[in-house]
């Protein structure tokens, strides 16, 4: 199935700096989502993005919906430990089922 | 937000047995519930697309008698792994999406570690 293609793959980061990563697609999506998931649990959903041009924050997370529908990224500013988990964008698409189509991840460790 | 459970959370079988994995949406509706597995590592790879009342739609590449899919009701949906094999040790985790909402996120439950030996 299409993947969507997420970087950095994986990034080491001391505690309190900020933290950005994107993701891009060669589709269109109606709506952009970005799970955070830890070892052995099933994803966790951060932020939902609705609308092309959307940025949206939860907390010390901020995500854009990028203009051409086709990407988005998610900044975290300020890093704690309790941060250190693997990050996924999902694009999901319009019609019947609206399927969620995951990107590859961002693995992040922080440093303390 | 609401919540998705899936049982077990982790099972051991013996190769060529079958297992069944639960999911279910715990203080919603689903019409539309999604299996995905996971192998380490790696991202969630949609399995199939599972809709009450109806059958499955699964994914290219998944084999439909391999992987069973029931949807018998509007909070519970069952993949049952048929003849398993150690290849098919893998995390599967589903997700529901609440009934008559557009624009709404999919919640997803716990995982199911199988492990077939």
């Known amino acids: 199935g299409q993947q969507l293609n997420q970087s950095p793959q994986s990034m080491f980061i001391q505690e309190g700096e900020d933290v950005s990563m994107n993701c891009t697609s060669s589709?269109?999506?109606?709506?952009w989502l970005w799970y955070k998931q830890e070892p052995g649990e099933g994803p966790v959903l951060l932020i939902a993005?609705?609308?092309?041009?959307e940025l949206t924050s939860n907390g010390r997370l901020t995500a854009q919906f990028g203009i051409t529908r086709k990407d988005s990224f998610l900044n975290i500013s300020a890093s704690i430990p309790s941060d250190v988990g693997i990050y996924f964008c999902?694009?999901?698409?319009?019609?019947?089922?609206?399927?969620?189509?995951f990107g590859t991840g961002t693995k992040l460790q922080v440093i303390p | 937000g609401a919540v998705v459970s899936q049982h077990p959370s982790r099972v051991i079988c013996k190769s060529g047995t079958s297992v069944k994995i639960e999911c279910r949406s715990l203080d919603f509706q689903a019409t539309t519930m999604f299996w995905y597995r996971q192998f380490p590592k790696q991202s969630l790879m949609l399995m199939a697309t599972?809709?009450?009342?109806?059958?499955?739609?699964?994914e290219q590449g998944v084999e439909k008698d391999k992987f069973l899919i029931n949807h018998a009701s509007l909070t519970l949906s069952t993949l049952t792994v048929t003849s398993a094999h150690p290849e098919d040790s893998s995390f599967y985790i589903c997700?529901?999406?609440?009934?008559?909402?557009?624009?709404?996120?999919?919640?997803f439950g716990q995982g199911t570690r199988l492990t077939v030996v």
């Open positions: 589709s269109i999506f109606n709506t």
């Open positions: 599972s809709n009450e009342g109806s059958k499955a739609t699964y």
């Open positions: 999902a694009g999901q698409g319009s019609g019947g089922y609206q399927k969620v189509t």
């Open positions: 997700s529901a999406r609440v009934l008559g909402q557009l624009n709404t996120e999919a919640f």
């Open positions: 993005l609705y609308k092309a041009g």
